[in-house]
């Protein structure tokens, strides 16, 4: 936090979702449960006890009920996940444990339940899966739902905000951001939160400026300060200056004015300044998101993360369900590409018929296709719901962490026999489908050369990659200072991958988050990768850079940019060779 002579304060966070707002502040002052107590209980009280506790879950059930059924049609994602927290009410995993330990340590249900969650969050937090692990938020908002109706307090009612304000939160559980009315909410800041809290990816969903992780706004701010959030550069200032006010209020309006002109032109080709085309498609988990990808000119589905359908959930889908999700989207998607990508999981989850494994270190241990490969039947139904998919649209499957090549083989061993199952069964599907690898481990990115006689395509995983070149868990804050996808090894790294799969004549896409940042993209040119995926709102902006930017010049670019030993000397580079054309949209972005 600093403070200027005018008395205006800059509070600096993460940005959650681009974009500027100004306007009044409004304080969602929640009463929190802090601290609970623990206390015995005789016997005789058990039944009592665990009908208090059922009775509060079934009222925190209802509250999200009624949410579920009011909120607005854009919100269709944290729906979603809402009705993944109805699931999670019951799941045994809170539900039952909570019971469990009321009977069996004969304590009260408000200490019973904080154990349960205490166990059930670290159980997520050893996933080394973001996506996943990030899910043991859903956990906290479910028991802190539950917690308040055992506990008598009220919930914080958003739908009744009546003025056009800026959120001002410690923390917004997808329950309340549900409840979010677009014309009343301008933009959201909260003390906690990253980049990937469901806030951010619901701001990102309905392009609304968010910072987020400030840790005190809600110390600094009061309901209705002037404050000015500009969600690209993370930053929030309160009791704005005068000239503050005049300096932001010009870029909101730029912001605004490039936004509309570049999502207009969203659906042309991404031709770059000297002529080359390149696809930008979008990474999707719901089928929801596919009105966004279509909105802002995607070309294709460049990376359908499987996942969303195994979690939070007792047992596993069946063919029928996943069939249905996914012919859902090729078709709505078709005659254009989408790129489904087996399941990303690791074994560290409370799924019945898999035992929960203990792992040293997740990361390396049982995930993505080596889980598959360990449990052929759960591989297989997921491969015949996507060859039969294939039959109505163009679809690509992709395998996620594969680091040698006899993990290609098996699947491919797998893809035969669902190919005859689904032939004896008389069904339609089409096996004739291009087949594609991530490359997100060092040894299949020095593979390459070998690998690319075997599949269709490279697509490059650059969250992943980065991690296991660097040796930096992904998820590990105190290291998370030398993640950077522009240090020289991991650019050489996927030169080498691109070279490898232009020999054998196949294309490398990227679809990790190294691609929707426009800094990284005159090295990508240069590289010659031949398609980008990312987030679905990214698409316009990396669209329309391409446009700016001159394939010959980004080789002669990547040739200095080699010789660099330091991330910072290449990050200098480039913005001393492009920074006109990278800065000016920067801003914009
Ligand atoms: C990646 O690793 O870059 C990637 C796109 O996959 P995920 O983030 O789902 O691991
Ligand atoms: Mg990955």
């Not at 927290?85 to 904080?114: P, Q, R, S």
Request: proline fraction near 4%.
């Amino acid at each position: 936090m600093s403070q200027t002579d005018t008395s205006e304060i800059i509070l600096k966070g993460i940005s959650g979702s681009p974009g500027i707002c100004i306007g009044k502040a409004y304080l969602v002052d929640k009463e929190g449960v802090d601290v609970i107590e623990k206390y015995t209980i005789s016997k005789d009280k058990v039944k009592k006890e665990t009908n208090r506790f059922r009775t509060a879950v079934t009222k925190a059930k209802n509250e999200l009920a009624d949410i579920i059924k009011g909120a607005p049609e854009e919100l269709r994602r944290s729906v979603n996940i809402l009705e993944t927290h109805l699931i999670l009410h019951k799941d045994k995993m809170l539900y039952g444990k909570t019971i469990d330990i009321i009977k069996n340590e004969l304590v009260n249900a408000e200490w019973a339940l904080k154990k349960t969650t205490a166990q059930a969050k670290s159980m997520f937090n050893n996933i080394p899966d973001p996506f996943l692990k990030s899910r043991s938020v859903d956990i906290e908002h479910v028991s802190e739902s539950i917690m308040r109706n055992l506990v008598g307090l009220k919930d914080v009612n958003i739908s009744n905000i009546d003025k056009r304000v800026i959120l001002v939160a410690h923390n917004l559980s997808p329950a309340e951001t549900s409840q979010i009315q677009l014309e009343k909410i301008m933009g959201f800041i909260t003390d906690r939160g990253g980049k990937a809290s469901h806030t951010s990816i619901i701001a990102r969903t309905l392009e609304i400026p968010a910072v987020l992780g400030l840790d005190n706004a809600t110390r600094v701010i009061k309901t209705d300060d002037i404050i000015i959030v500009d969600g690209s550069e993370g930053i929030v200032i309160v009791n704005p200056a005068e000239e503050t006010l005049l300096r932001y209020s010009v870029l909101r309006e730029k912001f605004e004015t490039h936004k509309a002109d570049i999502l207009r032109i969203s659906d042309r080709p991404a031709e770059s300044s000297d002529g080359q085309l390149f696809s930008i498609m979008g990474n999707i988990e719901l089928p929801e998101e596919i009105v966004a990808v279509k909105d802002h000119g995607g070309d294709g589905i460049g990376l359908f993360r499987t996942e969303f359908l195994y979690l939070n959930r007792i047992n596993f889908p069946d063919e029928q369900e996943l069939f249905d999700q996914y012919k859902e989207v090729v078709e709505l998607m078709a005659p254009k590409p989408v790129t489904i990508r087996t399941l990303d999981i690791n074994g560290d989850k409370e799924i019945s018929s898999v035992p929960t494994l203990e792992e040293a270190n997740p990361a390396l241990g049982l995930r993505a296709i080596r889980f598959c490969l360990k449990n052929p039947e759960i591989f297989k139904t997921q491969l015949r719901a996507i060859l039969r998919s294939a039959a109505y649209g163009n679809v690509r499957l992709m395998l996620p962490m594969i680091s040698g090549c006899d993990e290609i083989f098996a699947t491919f061993k797998l893809l035969d026999t669902v190919a005859e199952s689904l032939e004896k069964d008389g069904l339609a599907y089409n096996r004739d489908i291009k087949i594609g690898i991530m490359i997100e481990i060092p040894s299949a990115a020095i593979m390459a050369d070998a690998m690319a006689d075997l599949v269709d395509f490279f697509s490059i995983g650059t969250n992943d990659l980065v991690q296991y070149t660097l040796a930096i868990d992904r998820v590990n804050r105190h290291v998370a200072y030398l993640y950077n996808p522009l240090h020289p090894a991991v650019i050489r790294m996927i030169k080498h991958v691109v070279d490898a799969g232009k020999k054998k004549n196949i294309k490398t896409f990227m679809c990790g988050e190294m691609a929707s940042e426009i800094i990284n993209l005159p090295i990508l040119l240069g590289i010659g990768l031949d398609a980008l995926s990312m987030s679905p709102q990214s698409i316009p902006t990396i669209k329309n850079m391409i446009r700016k930017i001159s394939v010959k010049e980004s080789r002669l670019f990547l040739k200095e940019a080699l010789k660099q030993k330091f991330a910072i000397d290449t990050m200098q580079l480039i913005t001393d060779t492009f920074g006109d054309t990278l800065t000016n949209d920067i801003y914009a972005k």
